[in-house]
């Protein structure tokens, strides 16, 4: 039962920011045993690996087209991923989604619970 639920979405311009939200809950989730990972999924096209993050925060990982925009962090007392999007683009308009896994997430297979996702939508 458990369960992740994004916020934050919304509609920026180009240039941008947006700061992405996701909570964990769950009877039995404890939210440190797992790695957390941001995807996206666009009309038409497949999810795809955005940010990831390990168990303690210590290690992160993002995909070459957010790297020095996009900053993943975790807040474990508070069961929080957050996404901090910097300098958008009207190409990262996409339905966002928050991932869970209990090994490192950075593919679609890896990821053990998904959230319902937000939408985040840069015009030009």
């Known amino acids: 039962q458990v369960q992740l639920v994004e916020s934050g979405g919304g509609l920026v311009q180009a240039g941008g920011s947006l700061r992405l939200s996701c909570t964990a809950s769950?009877?039995?989730?404890?939210?440190?045993?797992?790695?957390m990972a941001w995807f996206r999924q666009a009309p038409g096209k497949e999810r795809e690996f955005v940010a990831g993050i390990d168990w303690l925060g210590l290690s992160t990982y993002y995909a070459d087209f957010v790297k020095g925009r996009f900053t993943i962090s975790r807040d474990n007392a508070k069961n929080t991923v957050y996404l901090q999007m910097n300098s958008l683009k009207p190409e990262d308009t996409a339905v966002y989604y928050c991932?869970?896994?209990?090994?490192?997430?950075?593919?679609?297979?890896?990821?053990?619970?998904w959230g319902q996702g937000t939408q985040v939508t840069v015009s030009s």
């Open positions: 991932a869970a896994g209990t090994r490192v997430v950075r593919t679609v297979n890896r990821a053990d619970y």
């Open positions: 769950g009877r039995s989730f404890s939210f440190s045993t797992y790695a």
